[in-house]
């Protein structure tokens, strides 16, 4: 007795696309993983939150694939899908607060102490800037992101990226000349 199966069996088409769309969501995440995860970990200061929050952008960029367009604008695509998600764990759940000083990003290269103690005080220089100024900059110096990009990320216009990214590299500006300053009043008193 022979049973045939009907239904059961994907056409050799269905089968193509969906090999297809495993190839281009590898590529996807092979070339995005590290910058999905420097940007994570910049807004979570937690390298298992970060972590998790990755996985979970790769979750939705899977489940949504079909709904990207143009490969060319995949990070900026992801990037937005992660910024969702990091939004959705302060929807869910009320997080405990930690004093960011107290946390510094992994860096596997060895600086020298001395652009190690420079590198700590920028970031928390950043740190220091209002959020409306410092998501841009951050976009632009981690994640590499144009003034297009970043008006797309954060849906705002392109002028108003380029001012608070003026604006942020002004105030940066504004507190490394206290310091120069401070600094030599230190030495002359």
Same mark, same amino acid.
Not at 14 to 26: F, H, I, L, N, T
């Given at each position: 007795m022979v049973l045939k199966v009907f239904g059961n069996k994907k056409s050799e088409s269905?089968?193509? @696309?969906?090999?297809? /769309?495993? +190839?281009?969501?590898?590529a996807l995440v092979r070339a995005w993983h590290r910058d999905l995860y420097r940007y994570a970990y910049w807004l979570t200061k937690d390298q298992h939150v970060a972590e998790d929050?990755?996985?979970?952008?790769?979750?939705?960029?899977? +489940? @949504?694939?079909?709904?990207?367009?143009?490969? *060319?604008?995949? /990070?900026?695509?992801?990037?937005?899908?992660? +910024?969702?998600? *990091?939004?959705? +764990?302060?929807?869910?759940?009320?997080?405990?607060?930690?004093?960011?000083?107290?946390?510094?990003?992994?860096?596997?290269?060895?600086?020298?102490?001395?652009a190690s103690v420079e590198q700590q005080w920028l970031h928390k220089q950043i740190m220091r800037l209002s959020p409306e100024y410092r998501e841009p900059l951050v976009l632009q110096v981690v994640a590499g992101f144009s003034g297009e990009e970043i008006a797309e990320i954060l849906d705002l216009n392109k002028n108003t990226v380029m001012t608070r990214l003026f604006r942020a590299r002004n105030q940066l500006k504004e507190f490394m000349d206290n310091q120069t300053s401070g600094q030599r009043g230190a030495l002359n008193g």
């Open positions: 269905q089968v193509s @696309s969906d090999m297809e /769309k495993q +190839r281009r969501y590898e929050l990755v996985q979970e952008t790769c979750l939705r960029a899977w +489940r @949504s694939l079909d709904s990207l367009q143009d490969d *060319n604008a995949a /990070k900026a695509w992801l990037i937005t899908i992660l +910024r969702r998600e *990091n939004a959705r +764990r302060f929807e869910r759940k009320q997080l405990e607060l930690v004093d960011i000083d107290d946390h510094q990003v992994a860096d596997d290269a060895r600086p020298s102490e001395e």
